[in-house]
């Protein structure tokens, strides 16, 4: 899979605990679209895994969530971007 900035920023978002598709376009900065896309090539490939939430609908009476997270793959893809997107790094701070 070529990875490109975006998913790396995706997959450094999801590093740092933010684990909702709406809160990743947030912190990231990318629209939907480049965003839902990236995260259903990305968890095909292995290196996120998804869950849905659905005890936080039922307490905030909205639908459920599909929270991501990074899986052992997914993490040492992000250290290879890290060394090849140094801006990443600068997401963390």
Known sequence: MNLTYASGAILQTIALGISYGFN???RTGLPSGTVYPALRRLESEGLIESR???KGAEKSGGPPRKHYRLTTSGRD???LLRDR?????????
């Open 24 to 26: 990743i376009i947030d």
């Open 52 to 54: 849905w939430d659905h």
């Open 77 to 79: 893809r992000l250290r």
């Open 85 to 93: 997107y140094r801006l990443l790094e600068k997401m963390a701070k």
